[in-house]
């Protein structure tokens, strides 16, 4: 299987670069089975396509405020990423500066404090921050809300708020689980009155997740690496969902990604550690019964993983459609609810 299998033009203007006035006045794309049709909805109708004894599955990662500034002593200009924090104030970082700092060079922080180069792995730096208190409460302060590379504008005051879910609790991600962008509590209410049970898991978005597969061969691709937790309630809940009836649906690709981790022989168990499943057509995804997510950028791993889940010819023309109808696509765009293909519920 190739990189271009996955490919589709999109119009950039297509692009959401900013969220709507309202988080669930998005546009829905169901996608069930064939020979069924797809059909536009809004997110505010998922009361009515659920059902009494289902259960939602949120990612409640929250997202760091992960990008900084700064300047090596040689005058050079610096922007840090933050990829994942460590302990004793060290950071895995992606990091840009017109020469590439040597271990051991210090750079000064824009924000205050500096930063020393521990290293260099791959295409990560490890550093050492020397600032006051812990640093996950100084980038609160500090660092700026680290927006997707296909949004063309810097961050503001309303991203802070509108770039988080409002389940969002466990600090880590570089990147939000934007399907969970489009819930606000009166949808949430609204989906409690239902009868429909919530719960979650914590899957700390990596900066990996933007970058683009480099390889035609997708079997020579290295998926990146991230932390995950899948709690003994939420087991619990999984079990006891299924025993009543009910269906797991995944709110984002993220989710998934946690759960097929967390399966052992078949069965969802508890986790917590490191993943880089790597799930694109062949794979069968046993842990959900739906998926709800946005749209996907061309030849990229998350686009494999919706084929996955409800076939490559059945995303290709939902992909269609919604570019047609002129549907929000990536981050802050409208989203999909899929169903798996009939193949896949057979086999």
């Known amino acids: 299987m190739k990189r271009s299998d996955f490919h589709y033009d999109l119009p950039p203007e297509l ?15 169901v996608v069930p089975p064939l020979p069924a049709p797809l059909q536009d909805r809004g997110v505010r109708d998922l009361p009515d396509l659920l059902r009494e004894g289902d259960l939602l599955v949120f990612n409640d990662t929250r997202v760091i405020p992960a990008r900084l500034h700064g300047q090596k002593s040689s005058g050079g200009r610096v922007e840090i990423l933050i990829e994942r924090l460590l302990p004793d104030a060290e950071a895995r970082v992606q990091l840009k500066a017109s020469k590439s700092p040597r271990p051991g060079a210090r750079i000064a922080l824009d924000a205050g404090g500096e930063v020393e180069v521990l290293g260099r792995e791959g295409e990560f730096y490890r550093l050492r921050f020397h600032v006051p208190g812990s640093l996950e409460e100084w980038l609160q302060h500090a660092g700026r809300l680290p ?3 296909y949004i063309q504008r810097t961050a503001d005051a309303d991203d802070d708020a509108r770039y988080q879910t409002v389940f969002a609790r466990e600090t880590g991600a570089v990147a939000a689980p934007t399907a969970g962008l489009h819930f606000d509590e009166a949808l949430l209410d609204a989906l409690r009155a239902r009868g429909i049970d919530f719960g979650h898991v914590t899957l700390h978005v990596g900066a990996g997740t933007f970058q683009p597969v480099r390889v035609d061969e997708l079997s020579e691709h290295k998926m990146h690496s991230e932390w995950l937790n899948v709690g003994a309630h939420l087991v619990e809940q999984v079990r006891a969902t299924r025993a009543r009836g009910g269906r797991v649906i995944a709110v984002g690709t993220t989710v998934v990604r946690a759960l097929e981790s967390a399966l052992r022989d078949g069965e969802l168990q508890p986790f917590a550690g490191e993943t880089s499943i790597f799930i694109l057509p062949g794979y069968r995804i046993r842990s959900v019964d739906a998926l709800l997510t946005n749209f996907h950028l061309p030849e990229s791993t998350l686009l494999m993983l919706v084929s996955a889940f409800a076939g490559r010819e059945r995303i290709r023309a939902a992909y269609a459609h919604a570019i047609a109808e002129r549907y929000r696509f990536f981050s802050y765009g409208d989203a999909m609810l899929l169903w798996p293909s009939m193949d896949e519920v057979r086999a």
């Open 15 to 29: 692009i959401a670069q900013a969220p709507l006035p309202e988080r669930s006045a998005s546009r829905l794309l």
């Open 147 to 149: 927006l997707p590379p």
